[in-house]
């Protein structure tokens, strides 16, 4: 049994708070795949895309996430753009268990106009550019997203619905 989950889904889906509550649940680690990048290349994800551009970016984020396979009873939330470049998706669906979490994209833009800062593919952009940008994001990836084992719904479940589903897929914590 492989002892490893990958939420999955858009820039401010929940990943990150999901995963921490998770983890602490199941007594499982909780990685932040985007904070494990900074502290591997020593930089920060904005930083490092101004430097090395989206491309550098994505191959750097590859061999981040194929250090996961080192880890062991772990809740990895991957980065929104992780399952969308090169087999990535696939080598989460072959190491772990994948969950995407589904997030409407008017709930993201909400949740999303607050941190724009510090997340480069949104940085400047109105309330309006931002609906349209993840309108049409949310389209190219969702192809990606939905090879996930478990599509979650995002808005509407709770931590316990989410152990549930895992128990029902035979996640159990410690
Ligand atoms: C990205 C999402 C970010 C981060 C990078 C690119 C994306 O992660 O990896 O800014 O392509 O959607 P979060 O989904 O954790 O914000």
């Known amino acids: 049994m492989k002892e490893r989950i ?11 708070t999901l995963g921490r509550h998770l983890a602490r649940a ?3 680690e909780f990685i932040d795949l985007d904070d494990y990048f900074e502290s591997k290349f020593r930089t920060t994800v904005p930083l490092f895309f101004k430097e090395f551009g989206e491309t550098g970016f994505r191959d750097a984020e590859r ?10 009873k772990a809740v990895i939330a991957a980065g ?12 989460m669906n072959e190491n772990g268990m994948t969950v995407y979490i589904k997030v409407s994209p008017e709930e993201l833009a ?27 994001k ?12 478990i599509v ?19 996640i159990r914590g410690e």
């Open 138 to 149: 949310l389209a190219e990836r969702e192809p990606f997203y939905n090879k996930a084992r």
């Open 6 to 16: 990958f939420l999955i889904g858009f820039m401010g889906s929940g990943k990150s």
């Open 152 to 170: 979650a719904d995002g808005e509407t479940l709770d931590l316990d619905d989410y152990l549930r589903v895992l128990e029902g897929a035979g």
């Open 26 to 28: 199941l007594n499982w």
């Open 110 to 136: 909400t949740r999303l106009s607050a941190s724009r800062t510090v997340r480069p593919l949104i940085q400047g952009k109105s309330n309006e550019e931002l609906l349209d940008y993840i309108r049409e």
């Open 63 to 72: 061999a981040s996430l194929l250090d996961m396979k080192e880890k062991n």
């Open 80 to 91: 929104g753009g992780t399952p969308c470049f090169f087999d990535n998706m696939d080598f």
